[in-house]
Structures are given as C-alpha cells and as structure tokens.
C-alpha cells in the first residue's frame, strides 16, 4: 500500500505541539512535529491517533492495527524505540523514525530491531512521502526475506522429520529406506494427513513407548 492510498499512520510522540511559549527549544520541536504532520497529510496519509511511549502502547497498537508507526522523537530515540519495538513485536509493521537526536551510534540497532527508515534533524514537509515510499518498500521486502528464510527452516524441519521417521520404520520393520518412505506416503494419503504430520505422529509414539 502506497501512502497515496490512505495509508493509516499511528504516530508515537510526546506533547509536543502546545509548549510553554517561553521555552524556546520546545517552541522549535513542536514546529518540527508540526511540519512532519503536515507532512503525512499532504502525502494523503490518515494520521488515526497520536501516542505517547508508554506502557499502554502495545494494547493501543493491538487496537488501532495501524498500517505504519511514525516515530517523532525529540531525543532520546533508544528508548521511544524500545517501546514500539515492544508493541509490534507479535504484528511487525513497518516503522518510520524521525528524531532531532543526532547521535546515531544506535541506528544499526534500531534497523536490526525493525525500523525501516531513519530521518534526523526532520526534512521538509515534501520529501515525507518518498520516505515512506521507501520505508513501506523496504518493510515489504524484508518481510518477504523473512518468510522465505522461516519456510526453508520449516523444510529443513520437516525433511529432518521425515528422514527420523523412515529411520524408525526401517528399524522396527527391517526394510529399505525406499520401502519405509513409501510406507509413510500411504498411510500419509490413507489418513489425509501432510507427509510431515504423520512423520511427527510416529516419532511422538516411538518417543512414548521408549
């Protein structure tokens, strides 16, 4: 999904846009978050809620189910990161940070840890959707990396599966390892059970009986 196509935004941020007119560092901040708002909207972008980090964060995220996560950190990026993290870790979503904290020692972390794009010292309200863009892009090909690698650990699982069983049947019955494999086949299309889930159920009764 594309962020011309409504794409439904949470943003995790601290209140930011009212600030105490004296406070001239807060003032700039709050522009900062400003701008990065008008931002999402011009992209055409549904910003559905604004969120502080907090331990609720998770259950709201669970609740909204937003498409993308902006992150608009003032500083101290890590932590704010250490509590979306947390919030997506069962339902990843791509996360997108911008932050005035310059100190981006932890910004191989913070990839590591799922955040598709990150943005210091804020950018003009135009260059937000190609960030997105990217971020989006991004997210979807790393997921689909990860589907890959998780489906070749759930074969070599399987395969690892099927190999001990035929090695039970080849024991207990004395036959070949070809016989023992077409052995598993049919009782496999006899019980309408996956290759894989038969094998699991004679391995479980062996181990029971051992």
């Known amino acids: 999904?594309?962020?011309?196509?409504?794409?439904?935004?949470?943003?995790?941020?601290?209140?930011?846009?009212?600030?105490?007119?004296?406070?001239?560092?807060?003032?700039?901040?709050?522009?900062?978050?400003r701008r990065l708002r008008i931002g999402l909207l011009e992209a055409g972008c549904n910003i559905v809620a604004v969120l502080p980090?907090?331990?609720?964060?998770?259950?709201?995220?669970?609740?909204?189910?937003?498409?993308?996560?902006?992150?608009?950190?003032?500083?101290?990026?890590?932590?704010?990161?250490?509590?979306?993290?947390?919030?997506?870790?069962?339902?990843?979503?791509?996360?997108?940070?911008?932050?005035?904290?310059?100190?981006?020692?932890?910004?191989?972390?913070?990839?590591?840890?799922?955040?598709?794009?990150?943005v210091v010292a804020g950018l003009a309200p135009e260059r937000v959707k190609p960030v997105l863009e990217v971020a989006m892009a991004r997210f979807h090909h790393e997921e689909g990396l990860r589907r890959e690698l998780?489906?070749?650990?759930?074969?070599?699982?399987?395969?690892?599966?099927?190999?001990?069983?035929?090695?039970?049947?080849m024991e207990r019955l004395g036959c070949t390892e070809a016989q023992a494999y077409a052995r598993l086949r049919k009782m496999s299309m006899d019980k309408g059970l996956r290759l894989a889930e038969l094998a699991q159920r004679l391995i479980d009764a062996h181990d029971l009986l051992a």
């Open 1 to 33: 999904m594309s962020p011309s196509a409504a794409l439904r935004i949470l943003i995790v941020a601290p209140e930011t846009l009212s600030p105490d007119p004296d406070d001239a560092l807060a003032g700039w901040h709050a522009e900062r978050s």
């Open 53 to 118: 980090a907090d331990a609720y964060l998770p259950e709201r995220v669970a609740q909204i189910q937003p498409d993308m996560i902006i992150v608009d950190a003032e500083s101290e990026a890590r932590d704010t990161l250490e509590h979306v993290v947390m919030a997506t870790r069962d339902a990843r979503r791509p996360i997108v940070l911008f932050t005035d904290d310059e100190d981006t020692s932890h910004v191989r972390d913070a990839i590591a840890a799922g955040v598709s794009a990150y």
């Open 150 to 169: 998780a489906d070749a650990r759930n074969q070599l699982h399987e395969r690892k599966q099927v190999d001990r069983a035929k090695g039970i049947l």
